[in-house]
Every structure is written in structure tokens, then in C-alpha cells.
């Protein structure tokens, strides 16, 4: 397996000119963190929100086997000369007397947490999530830009242990770019209470840009910089050099001396390769054209920062743009039987590397914050209406103690990634299935999501009103005892639902044997037997540990090895050195086998295979 990394490092100093990766980070957690990716985030004022109140969604989009675990760390008071763990080589970040409890949804891979991942809702209603801008101009390599190793990951942490609102998340973010520098070549944060929402899109280095997103206005923004004047909106902060800095770099020149009206942020710093590509216009493009209800060009129109719909944005609004495909647009791809819309040429909103999709109904009362959650790709999964200030719920997963799992976020953990008995891994494995009969099932599938979302929307009008009277009453833990009955009852209905489905809709096959998996001495090839019940094309076969991004992972079938053994049974080969990608270490994993039958009718099956060293 070190031969194999060593390998794949070498394949990543090409791509991404990166030539010195620490022992314990993996090539898949490189390209997580510095590639970019798919995120998208909508944020829609208090003035056009349909419940009065801010509302942030953002789809997750991350590469590889990684795994998301949920938790509530606790307030916690701390001795002093105690520093935040950092990734190698990043500053070591005093932590403060005490801190605020807060909602932590992790990301994994086989290695470390993910920097660039995570999102938080604090005791205090402070939410913040972030979108990869893609490459800026900075130079990542000039030390100078940094103290100590500048910071990354513990901005989001600091936000969340400290911010008492979005406003002061804001200003934290502000000092923290300003004392240690940003480390990564650029990203922007979002942070938001239920009265207001911030966004700040930092360059590598001290110098950002940000603003207080008007109450009337939405924002929407994939993995490019969204901003381009210093009086986009009212009320903007920005470096003090932010202008000269770009004047000096030659990457600004105001057509008149001394007259910056003319700067845009996003032309000045985004990297020629990252400005304009298509992924990331298309996504902005569309998300608008669905919030605002009408065409928009951006030839003509451009890509504002913000902008106002003709009438409010509700929850199902925000669903649409998450989950959306462009379907009945001219970028919406075609697709048959065994494929999906995730695996095309045009990279969509929800895609194949969408691991979790999240809409924060931002309360006043902040224990009453929804957290409506879809546990994977937003298309194949419902949102669920749950609540985790008051407590989460282990059906999904559960961590044993999240405030030593935060210390320990950075930092090698065996078995992360490993197949588990949770809530969370039998969604993962219904989507997976779906992936393969999605033009088949999709419609089926719709109409069950919309039928759960129905009772869900009314089910949580109901609780938070139930809770709201108790808490009048001054019967808070009765409140919040509801409110975590209620949300374990959403997660079991909705799992026993989607089994339901999967036993009643998908076209199922039997893995009658598998083989473990030595990771030393792989068999080659490894054969698959299952029982299916029409003749498989062996072309159509695939095979593969359960990514993210399934599809464009999975191993084909090696040509002239399907055996029809009679009743009903076959056997295929497929090369092992692709379905082991992104094993790392012995455990169990889910494997997905997809096809076509003669009869042109796609078909799923799963199984759990051991790997040994």
C-alpha cells in the first residue's frame, strides 16, 4: 500500500503541483481539500424567506470514500495554554477560557478529517458553512503571507466555539485572517443567525472581502468568488489593501487613475484557469433562474454577488435548486437504463460527490432551529426536519464522545471508514443501489419523497409550536424532550420507508459469494457470482466500493469472463486494482454491483466484502 500512495502522491504533484504531502494524508484528502469542487450554498434573507427568518442551504461535495458522522459537542471551559490541534504546519491557535456547545456534522476519509468540509450551528444560532473558490491568484508558496503556518481548518471550529452571532462570526473571521493569514488558495465562509447572514470570500494570505447579505436579496454561490465591486451592497468590509495589492500584481488597472470603480474582486483574484469555467457559472445560472422564476443571461446579466426575487424563497424552493439537475434546460443531459444523472459531462448542482445536502430554518430561539438534512444527494434522499441543538440522534450514527472526537478530527483514526450498522450507512447504501436504476426509478422515487416531505412539514409546523407553548409555560426540558422523541421518530420512519421502497420498486439481485479482499496479495482477478433473473450484458457490468462519486469508480467488467452457470446464476471478473482504490486499511466494505439485462432493464445488487492485510 506504501508503493501504491507513493504512487498516487506522484500522480497529485503533477495535477496539482503540490510536492510535499505528510505521511498521514492521503492523496483523495489532498485533492478534497485543494481541488475544486461542487459545493454550492444558497442564502436567502429574512425580508424574501418564507418563514421570516434567514435560511442557509448548502450541498457538501467531497471526492473519495469519506464517511459523515454527527455529534453535539458540549460548552466547555479550558485550562489556560491550551492551542487548538492543527493540520501540519498550520498555526497553533490559542484557545480561549471557555466555549460554546455546538452541532458538528464531520467529514472523513480513510485518514483525517476534512479541512474544508464541515459545518456547525452553535448554542447561540450561529450556523456557518464555506464553498472552495477554486484557485486564486496568490502564491501559495510565499510563506510571507502567513504567521506560523496561517489557519484552515480552525476557523470554522473557532466560529462555532465562540461566535455569541453572525455579526461577531464575522469579526472573529475577520481577526483570524488578519492575525495568521489564510492558509488554502481560497475560500469563502457564510455565517448566519436567524436575523442575519454574512458571507467572506478570502484570497490566500490577509486579504478578503466581505458582507452583510441584504434582508431583501438572495445569494448563491458554487466554487468561484461571487464578488466584484466594493459597493456590491450597503454595508461591505474588505482588506485595506485589497485594491492596491491587485494594482501592484498587475491584475487590476483602474481605466482612470485613482478611480476604483471600475475593480472587480472576482476578475482581479480569481486564477485565469478557475475564472468563468462552466460547472461553476452553470450552477450559479441555474440556481438563480429557479429562485427568481425566470431566464437569466449571464452574457447580458453577468453573475451578481446578490439579488432580489419577485416573491419570497421557501424551503421547497431551496430543495429545488439543491437537488436539481437542470432538468428541462438545454444543459439537462440524456441518459438510459444503469445511468444517472451524476455521471455526465455537465457537472450539476446535486452530483455525484454531493455526501450531504443541509437547509438551516434559522429560529429565534435557537434550540428551535431546523436542520432539515438530506443524508446524501439531495435527488435520492428526503430532507428531514430534525433539530440537533436538542440533542441527535444516534439512529443516524452516533459519536461516542464528539469533544474528543474534535481534538482528535486532524489525526489519523483506524476503521473510519469501515462499513457500519447506522441509519446513516443504510441511506448511503439506498442511494448507492438507486444509482444504478435511477432513470427506472427516479419518478417512483419523487413521488415517496414528496409524500415524506408533506408529513414532515406539517409534523414540524405542529412540534415547534407544541414546543414554543411548553417553553411559555417555562417547561423547557419538556420541550426539548418532544422535540428528540420526535426527531427519532422521523429517522425511523423515514428508514423503514426507504426499505419499504427498495423491497417493493428496486429490480434487487443476490451476490451469492464473494471472496475476501487481501490487500497485499489481491485475488486477480476477483470474480463476483450472482443470481439474477434475465441474462446480464457483460459490457453494461460494473463493480465498486461504495464512493460518493460511485459511478466514475467502479471497476468494468474484464471482457469474455461472464459464465452463465444455468438457473439463473453468473459469475464476472473485474480488475481488483480499481475496486480497492480507497481501501486503506482491513475492515468491512460495501461493494455495489450495477447492470443491464438483455431485455434492456437496469438492475442493483450489495454486498459486504472483508479485507485483510
Same mark, same amino acid.
Request: net charge negative; aromatic share 10%; with cysteine.
Given at each position: 500500500?506504501?508503493?501504491?500512495?507513493?504512487?498516487?502522491?506522484?500522480?497529485?504533484?503533477?495535477?496539482? @503541483?503540490?510536492?510535499?504531502?505528510?505521511?498521514?494524508?492521503?492523496?483523495?484528502?489532498?485533492?478534497?481539500?485543494?481541488?475544486?469542487?461542487?459545493?454550492?450554498?444558497?442564502?436567502?434573507?429574512?425580508?424574501?424567506?418564507?418563514?421570516?427568518?434567514?435560511?442557509?442551504?448548502?450541498?457538501?461535495?467531497?471526492?473519495?470514500?469519506?464517511?459523515?458522522?454527527?455529534?453535539?459537542?458540549?460548552?466547555?471551559?479550558?485550562?489556560?495554554?491550551?492551542?487548538?490541534?492543527?493540520?501540519?504546519?498550520?498555526?497553533?491557535?490559542?484557545?480561549?477560557?471557555?466555549?460554546?456547545?455546538?452541532?458538528?456534522?464531520?467529514?472523513?476519509?480513510?485518514?483525517?478529517?476534512?479541512?474544508?468540509?464541515?459545518?456547525?450551528?452553535?448554542?447561540?444560532?450561529?450556523?456557518?458553512?464555506?464553498?472552495?473558490?477554486?484557485?486564486?491568484?496568490?502564491?501559495?508558496?510565499?510563506?510571507?503571507?502567513?504567521?506560523?503556518?496561517?489557519?484552515?481548518?480552525?476557523?470554522?471550529?473557532?466560529?462555532?466555539?465562540?461566535?455569541?452571532?453572525?455579526?461577531?462570526?464575522?469579526?472573529?473571521?475577520?481577526?483570524?485572517?488578519?492575525?495568521?493569514?489564510?492558509?488554502?488558495?481560497?475560500?469563502?465562509?457564510?455565517?448566519?443567525?436567524?436575523?442575519?447572514?454574512?458571507?467572506?470570500?478570502?484570497?490566500?494570505?490577509?486579504?478578503?472581502?466581505?458582507?452583510?447579505?441584504?434582508?431583501?436579496?438572495?445569494?448563491?454561490?458554487?466554487?468561484?468568488?461571487?464578488?466584484?465591486?466594493?459597493?456590491?451592497?450597503?454595508?461591505?468590509?474588505?482588506?485595506?489593501?485589497?485594491?492596491?495589492?491587485?494594482?501592484?500584481?498587475?491584475?487590476?488597472?483602474?481605466?482612470?487613475?485613482?478611480?476604483?470603480?471600475?475593480?472587480?474582486?472576482?476578475?482581479?483574484?480569481?486564477?485565469?484557469?478557475?475564472?468563468?469555467?462552466?460547472?461553476?457559472?452553470?450552477?450559479?445560472?441555474?440556481?438563480?433562474?429557479?429562485?427568481?422564476?425566470?431566464?437569466?443571461?449571464?452574457?447580458?446579466?453577468?453573475?451578481?454577488?446578490?439579488?432580489?426575487?419577485?416573491?419570497?424563497?421557501?424551503?421547497?424552493?431551496?430543495?429545488?435548486?439543491?437537488?436539481?439537475?437542470?432538468?428541462?434546460?438545454?444543459?439537462?443531459?440524456?441518459? @438510459?437504463?444503469?445511468?444517472?444523472?451524476?455521471?455526465?459531462?455537465?457537472?450539476?448542482?446535486?452530483?455525484g460527490s454531493t455526501i450531504e445536502a443541509t437547509i438551516f430554518d434559522l429560529a429565534e430561539t435557537p434550540v428551535l432551529t431546523t436542520a432539515w438534512t438530506a443524508f446524501g444527494r439531495p435527488c435520492?434522499?428526503?430532507?428531514?426536519?430534525?433539530?440537533?441543538?436538542?440533542?441527535?440522534?444516534?439512529?443516524?450514527?452516533?459519536?461516542?464522545?464528539?469533544?474528543?472526537?474534535?481534538?482528535?478530527?486532524?489525526?489519523?483514526?483506524?476503521?473510519?471508514?469501515?462499513?457500519?450498522?447506522?441509519?446513516?450507512?443504510?441511506?448511503?447504501?439506498?442511494?448507492?443501489?438507486?444509482?444504478?436504476?435511477?432513470?427506472?426509478?427516479?419518478?417512483?422515487?419523487?413521488?415517496?419523497?414528496?409524500?415524506?416531505?408533506?408529513?414532515?412539514?406539517?409534523?414540524?409546523?405542529?412540534?415547534?409550536?407544541?414546543?414554543?407553548?411548553?417553553?411559555?409555560?417555562?417547561?423547557?426540558?419538556?420541550?426539548?424532550?418532544?422535540?428528540?422523541?420526535a426527531d427519532r421518530e422521523t429517522v425511523s420512519s423515514t428508514l423503514a420507508a426507504l426499505e419499504k421502497h427498495a423491497d417493493e420498486e428496486f429490480r434487487l439481485v443476490e451476490i451469492s459469494e464473494v471472496l475476501p479482499f487481501s490487500l497485499s496479495m489481491p485475488p486477480?482477478?476477483?470474480?463476483?457470482?450472482?443470481?439474477?433473473?434475465?441474462?446480464?450484458?457483460?459490457?453494461?457490468?460494473?463493480?465498486?466500493?461504495?464512493?460518493?462519486?460511485?459511478?466514475?469508480?467502479?471497476?468494468?467488467?474484464?471482457?469474455?469472463?461472464?459464465?452463465?452457470?444455468?438457473?439463473?446464476?453468473?459469475?464476472?471478473?473485474?480488475?481488483?486494482?480499481?475496486?480497492?482504490?480507497?481501501?486503506?486499511?482491513?475492515?468491512?466494505?460495501?461493494?455495489?454491483?450495477?447492470?443491464?439485462?438483455?431485455?434492456?432493464?437496469?438492475?442493483?445488487?450489495?454486498?459486504?466484502?472483508?479485507?485483510?492485510?
Amino acid at each position: 500500500m506504501r508503493k501504491r500512495l507513493s504512487c498516487l502522491l506522484a500522480l497529485l504533484v503533477m495535477i496539482t @503541483g503540490t510536492c510535499v504531502v505528510p505521511d498521514a494524508v492521503s492523496a483523495a484528502q489532498v485533492l478534497a481539500d485543494e481541488l475544486p469542487l461542487n459545493c454550492m450554498t444558497i442564502v436567502v434573507g429574512k425580508d424574501v424567506s418564507a418563514t421570516g427568518r434567514v435560511m442557509v442551504g448548502h450541498n457538501e461535495d467531497d471526492i473519495g470514500r469519506c464517511v459523515v458522522r454527527h455529534g453535539y459537542v458540549e460548552a466547555a471551559e479550558w485550562p489556560e495554554g491550551t492551542v487548538l490541534p492543527a493540520e501540519t504546519g498550520r498555526a497553533a491557535i490559542p484557545q480561549v477560557e471557555s466555549t460554546f456547545g455546538y452541532y458538528w456534522s464531520q467529514v472523513r476519509d480513510a485518514n483525517r478529517g476534512f479541512s474544508g468540509a464541515d459545518i456547525f450551528l452553535n448554542e447561540n444560532g450561529v450556523c456557518i458553512v464555506s464553498n472552495n473558490n477554486a484557485e486564486s491568484k496568490e502564491n501559495i508558496l510565499d510563506e510571507s503571507r502567513l504567521t506560523d503556518g496561517g489557519i484552515e481548518y480552525n476557523v470554522r471550529r473557532i466560529v462555532a466555539e465562540r461566535a455569541t452571532s453572525a455579526r461577531d462570526a464575522l469579526n472573529i473571521i475577520i481577526e483570524l485572517v488578519e492575525e495568521w493569514g489564510y492558509a488554502p488558495s481560497g475560500r469563502a465562509y457564510t455565517v448566519a443567525d436567524s436575523e442575519e447572514a454574512f458571507m467572506i470570500q478570502i484570497a490566500s494570505g490577509r486579504r478578503y472581502i466581505a458582507a452583510r447579505i441584504p434582508d431583501d436579496m438572495v445569494v448563491a454561490i458554487p466554487n468561484h468568488y461571487t464578488f466584484h465591486g466594493i459597493n456590491d451592497v450597503e454595508e461591505m468590509y474588505y482588506s485595506e489593501d485589497l485594491i492596491s495589492h491587485a494594482i501592484e500584481m498587475n491584475w487590476y488597472k483602474p481605466a482612470v487613475e485613482g478611480d476604483y470603480s471600475d475593480f472587480d474582486f472576482a476578475l482581479a483574484y480569481q486564477d485565469s484557469d478557475s475564472y468563468g469555467t462552466p460547472y461553476n457559472v452553470l450552477r450559479q445560472k441555474y440556481a438563480m433562474e429557479i429562485l427568481l422564476d425566470q431566464s437569466w443571461d449571464v452574457d447580458t446579466m453577468g453573475l451578481p454577488y446578490a439579488f432580489k426575487p419577485e416573491s419570497t424563497i421557501s424551503l421547497e424552493d431551496m430543495i429545488e435548486v439543491l437537488s436539481t439537475h437542470y432538468e428541462g434546460t438545454e444543459h439537462e443531459d440524456s441518459f @438510459g437504463p444503469g445511468a444517472s444523472p451524476h455521471d455526465t459531462s455537465t457537472r450539476k448542482i446535486c452530483t455525484g460527490s454531493t455526501i450531504e445536502a443541509t437547509i438551516f430554518d434559522l429560529a429565534e430561539t435557537p434550540v428551535l432551529t431546523t436542520a432539515w438534512t438530506a443524508f446524501g444527494r439531495p435527488c435520492q434522499l428526503p430532507f428531514l426536519p430534525l433539530h440537533p441543538l436538542a440533542g441527535t440522534v444516534d439512529e443516524i450514527d452516533q459519536m461516542e464522545n464528539p469533544a474528543k472526537e474534535m481534538e482528535e478530527h486532524l489525526t489519523y483514526r483506524d476503521q473510519a471508514t469501515v462499513y457500519s450498522q447506522n441509519g446513516w450507512q443504510t441511506m448511503r447504501d439506498f442511494e448507492n443501489l438507486h444509482e444504478m436504476l435511477y432513470s427506472e426509478e427516479i419518478e417512483k422515487l419523487t413521488e415517496l419523497k414528496n409524500t415524506l416531505h408533506e408529513t414532515y412539514t406539517t409534523d414540524n409546523a405542529e412540534l415547534i409550536s407544541q414546543a414554543e407553548a411548553l417553553m411559555d409555560d417555562g417547561k423547557e426540558q419538556e420541550a426539548l424532550d418532544a422535540i428528540a422523541q420526535a426527531d427519532r421518530e422521523t429517522v425511523s420512519s423515514t428508514l423503514a420507508a426507504l426499505e419499504k421502497h427498495a423491497d417493493e420498486e428496486f429490480r434487487l439481485v443476490e451476490i451469492s459469494e464473494v471472496l475476501p479482499f487481501s490487500l497485499s496479495m489481491p485475488p486477480i482477478p476477483y470474480t463476483v457470482t450472482f443470481a439474477c433473473d434475465a441474462k446480464p450484458v457483460e459490457s453494461e457490468l460494473l463493480f465498486g466500493m461504495g464512493f460518493t462519486n460511485v459511478r466514475l469508480k467502479y471497476a468494468p467488467a474484464l471482457a469474455d469472463t461472464l459464465k452463465d452457470f444455468g438457473n439463473g446464476l453468473y459469475s464476472v471478473d473485474f480488475d481488483p486494482f480499481i475496486m480497492m482504490d480507497s481501501a486503506a486499511y482491513p475492515g468491512e466494505f460495501e461493494f455495489i454491483l450495477g447492470g443491464k439485462t438483455e431485455d434492456g432493464q437496469a438492475f442493483a445488487g450489495m454486498a459486504v466484502i472483508p479485507f485483510t492485510e
